[in-house]
């Protein structure tokens, strides 16, 4: 694998390991327990991340089978590509975000569906950009709804600011519902 597509997949597994380690802190008759009439759940929160993960896959599997269709050249550069989206503050909390309709949450699975849904959209993810290994990903680009412009590396790095955002928020969930000492 390409440096650029490994130093963001080391990343994405990361931000993986730390959420599921912080849902974990919640039992599993908990998760779908929501913490405030308008707070997620532990489930809703893995819901919305599996959402928004499998959107990106999505667009990450077109744009690259769109660039390999058209002989997009090979990635030549090796810089890192870590922090080039700490300008947007995507894992802010602080900074108030609504989701869009379209990844709200629906549902309120159980953990082993939440947990099992995670796997596939990150399986999903890896795919597409094992897909794109090669290519010069930094010069695809493609408009995200809320952050303009992204080229594929952003993307990716994307779903792992968005996730660390929302290991911030499971951190307040599982606190909130822990139980009074």
């Known amino acids: 694998m390409h440096p650029r597509l490994a130093e963001v997949s080391d990343r994405l597994a990361a931000e993986r ?3 599921l380690d912080v849902a974990s802190t919640v039992p599993s008759d908990g998760w779908q327990t929501r913490p405030a009439d308008d707070r997620w ?3 809703e929160i ?3 991340l599996h959402q928004v993960e499998m959107s990106c896959a999505a667009v990450l599997a077109k ?3 769109q660039a390999r269709e058209a002989g997009h050249p090979a990635e030549r550069d090796t810089s ?3 922090g080039t989206l700490d300008h947007l503050g995507v894992s802010q909390l602080d900074r108030k975000l609504v989701a869009p309709e379209r990844v709200q949450p629906a549902e309120n ?3 082993e569906t939440a947990e099992r849904r995670l796997a596939e959209s990150r399986a999903a993810l890896l795919a597409a950009m094992e897909s794109g290994d090669g290519l010069a990903l930094g010069e695809i680009r493609h408009t995200h709804l809320r952050f303009g412009e992204l080229d594929l590396y952003q993307w990716c790095l994307f779903v792992a600011e968005h996730e660390k955002r929302h290991i911030a928020q499971l951190r307040q969930v599982a606190a909130q519902l822990a139980p009074a000492s």
Do not use: G, M, Y
């Open 46 to 48: 893995c819901q919305h």
């Open 109 to 111: 699975p159980d953990r």
């Open 80 to 82: 890192s590509v870590l």
């Open 41 to 43: 759940s532990v489930s």
């Open 17 to 19: 390991r730390e959420l």
């Open 63 to 65: 744009r690259i089978a």
